[in-house]
């Protein structure tokens, strides 16, 4: 008898929809960080599948009037023009902390028209974070000790 040849199953794909992944963001405290490949692990875990993939093409806000439902947690405004922002403490807890994710390497993500790596550079290190520029003539900014700093999200409890 010829030995059969091992075909791996299909992979198991799940989908993570832009409020609950803004609702994960909104559970990663002051002072930790986090990126969308771990967030997307985790919820494959949490689901019983081997990948993830962000609904709708990715994980940018609109405006909370066009797709938001109320959950319960207590940031549920999106970022919208966070430069313009009152960049007062009080203010601040009612965004969706996207600030706080970052890149594999730990680099600052240019978020577009919602808010700027510098942008980003000054929130973090609000929190105590060190961001620092390995290349004076590149805007690239890397969270210093970024590995010590990312928020185990085992510890979160989503009730769905």
């Known amino acids: 008898m010829a030995d059969r040849e091992h075909i791996p199953a299909?992979?198991?794909a799940v989908y993570l929809d832009k409020q609950t992944f803004a609702t994960i963001m909104c559970m990663i405290p002051a002072?930790?960080?986090t990126t969308q490949e771990a967030i997307c692990e985790m919820w494959?875990?949490?689901?019983?599948?081997?990948?993830?993939?962000?609904?709708?093409g990715g994980i940018m806000p609109f405006?909370?009037?066009m797709f938001w439902t109320?959950?319960?947690?207590?940031?549920v405004d999106f970022i919208t023009d966070l430069k313009s922002y009152n960049k007062s403490k009080s203010n601040l807890d009612d965004l969706i902390p996207y600030w706080r994710m970052i890149s594999l390497k730990g680099t600052l993500i240019d978020f577009g028209r919602y808010f700027d790596k510098e942008t980003q550079k000054e929130l973090l290190e609000q929190?105590?974070?060190?961001i620092v520029q390995p290349n004076q003539n590149r805007r690239i900014y890397r969270v210093e000790n970024y590995k010590a700093a990312l928020f185990?999200?085992?510890?979160?409890i989503i009730n769905e």
Do not use: F, N, S
């Open 70 to 75: 109320p959950a319960d947690i207590q940031r």
């Open 10 to 12: 299909a992979k198991k």
């Open 152 to 156: 185990d999200l085992g510890k979160l």
């Open 63 to 65: 405006d909370k009037q």
């Open 31 to 33: 002072g930790k960080l």
């Open 127 to 130: 929190e105590g974070h060190v």
């Open 44 to 56: 494959a875990r949490r689901k019983g599948a081997d990948t993830c993939e962000i609904k709708d």
